[in-house]
């Protein structure tokens, strides 16, 4: 069975500064995962994704993430936090092509100090 | 181009009534979904459609129908409303097909039952 663990709930940082949430999974299979974001009283957006090409994924607004096989893990980071990043950050995890196994973390609050 | 659009925004029920939450994409994409979204849980499958006719249940069916009336719309039907399905609803589409894995998502329903 196939499992997604955001390790922080809530993780704030200073306008300027670097960001890092956190995103460990489990799977039988080779995993697609991703990270969404979703502003206040909004849907949520594609901020990047990995599907088996390159381990270090772009996304938009500046965000990135690195799959790292041995270690489980897709965090999330940005270099530099701008105010306009506080939202709440979904990792997600399926297995390839399979619609019912889509599995989302539970959320980490990002806020953003001036 | 919409995207996908959902109604109604807001809506607020009573113990045991009924109502029908509308969704439709113009994406011409095969697979539909509905998600529930409740504090600190992330979101959790309730239907999915992977294609015109055919529906399936996600993790959380209970209480609640669907119907994918055409390839462009994917109704959820509460036939008798309780006061554990006051949540935020996401209606989404998407393509998984091993190389674009993405999901789109509508701006949500926000449902409130006494």
């Not at chain 1, 965000?63 to 506080?86: C, G, I, Q, Y």
């Not at chain 2, 939450?21 to 998600?35: E, K, R, V």
Request: hydrophobic share 30%; net charge positive.
């Amino acid at each position: 069975a196939q499992s997604v663990t955001q390790l922080d709930s809530h993780v704030s940082v200073s306008e300027g500064t670097p960001v890092l949430l956190r995103c460990n999974y489990s799977s039988s299979y080779s995993p697609s995962l991703f990270w969404y974001v979703q502003h206040p009283n909004k849907g949520l957006q594609l901020l990047l994704k990995y599907t088996s090409a390159a381990t270090l994924v772009k996304g938009i607004n500046g965000f990135e993430a690195e799959f790292k096989k041995s270690e489980t893990s897709f965090h999330l980071t940005k270099p530099s936090a701008h105010m306009s990043d506080a939202a709440e950050y979904f990792c997600v995890v399926s297995e390839r092509s399979s619609a019912s196994k889509i599995i989302f973390g539970s959320g980490t609050r990002l806020s953003i100090r001036p | 181009n919409a995207g996908v659009t959902q109604t109604p925004k807001f809506q607020v029920l009573k113990t045991g009534q009924s109502m029908t939450l509308q969704c439709a994409q113009d994406m011409n994409h095969n697979s539909m979904y509905w998600y529930r979204q409740d504090p600190g849980m992330g979101l959790r499958l309730i239907y999915y459609s992977a294609s015109e006719g055919t529906t399936d249940k996600g993790e959380v069916p209970n209480g609640y129908n669907v119907s994918r009336l055409n390839k462009r719309e994917f109704s959820l039907r509460l036939e008798s409303a309780a006061p554990s399905q006051t949540s935020v609803y996401f209606c989404a589409t998407g393509v998984l097909d091993g190389r674009t894995d993405t999901q789109y998502f509508g701006p949500g329903t926000r449902l409130t039952v006494l």
